[in-house]
């Protein structure tokens, strides 16, 4: 079995961005989401990230959240 495969998940928030492992606390590149697996389990609460998932979701789908900007320097 590959636990790779059973670890890499997309982003909740955008669906665009793919973690390598679960609650890695790693940033999406797209939206700026933090790989946060308590907010995923409770998407009504804040974790990592300033406001709970499902806020999040809400507010990148309005368009009220900017990409952030990556330095890749």
């Given at each position: 079995m590959n636990d790779n495969a059973e670890t890499k998940h997309l982003c909740p928030v955008c669906g665009k961005y793919e973690f390598e492992e679960r609650d890695s606390f790693d940033m999406c590149t797209v939206c700026g989401w933090f790989d946060d697996d308590l907010q995923l389990v409770k998407p009504n609460l804040s974790g990592r990230n300033h406001l709970c998932l499902n806020e999040y979701r809400k507010?990148?789908?309005?368009?009220?959240?900017?990409?952030?900007?990556?330095?890749?320097?």
């Open positions: 507010k990148w789908k309005a368009g009220e959240i900017e990409p952030p900007i990556i330095d890749n320097e």
